[in-house]
């Protein structure tokens, strides 16, 4: 595969990530949102989370082509969980196995533990998905629980397990 650089997100960079999270909704459990988001959806989010919130969305190029990214959002929505963070990561299909996964998880996490604010990052896998689970362990996060058939999606329940990193 070709160079890897990770880099912040711009709005220009929103069709691209779009693009690669469509794939997650239409064809995999890896993430439990059913509906593709609009593009409309996107800026706004990317407006209000980013741009004008204290969290990340950070794109890696492959060849200089948008080909994964990794976000940063709230892990819940009450005030006691403001110093939480929940990461997402994805990668395109046709890219895995490049190291891009890699590449974004350490340009955020660091970026996270020098920030004030944060004490813990969240990470919730859809089961089974072996690859991510090796993937978090390998960054540093524990497994802390399982919610059993917590969702469900393609005429199937599906189990959840939630990682955690301190920060």
Do not use: C
């Amino acid at each position: 595969m070709g160079t890897v650089t990770v880099r912040d997100a711009t709005p220009a960079d929103l069709p691209a990530v779009a693009a690669i999270y469509t794939h997650y909704v239409l064809r995999t459990t890896t993430t439990f949102n059913t509906e593709v988001r609009t593009p409309r959806e996107w800026t706004q989010r990317f407006d209000a989370e980013v741009t004008n919130g204290r969290y990340h969305l950070l794109v890696a190029m492959l060849d200089g082509t948008v080909a994964g990214y990794v976000e940063s959002q709230r892990f819940r929505p009450r005030p006691a969980y403001d110093r939480s963070v929940e990461l997402s990561v994805y990668v395109a299909p046709d890219a895995t196995g490049a190291g891009l996964g890699g590449a974004l998880f350490g340009a955020l996490l660091p970026r996270l533990e020098a920030e004030e604010g944060f004490h813990r990052a969240f990470s919730i896998i859809a089961l089974p998905n072996d690859a991510s689970i090796a993937f978090h362990e390998r960054w540093g996060f524990v497994h802390r629980g399982t919610l059993t058939e917590a969702g469900f999606k393609f005429g199937r329940y599906l189990d959840v397990a939630y990682y955690e990193r301190a920060l």
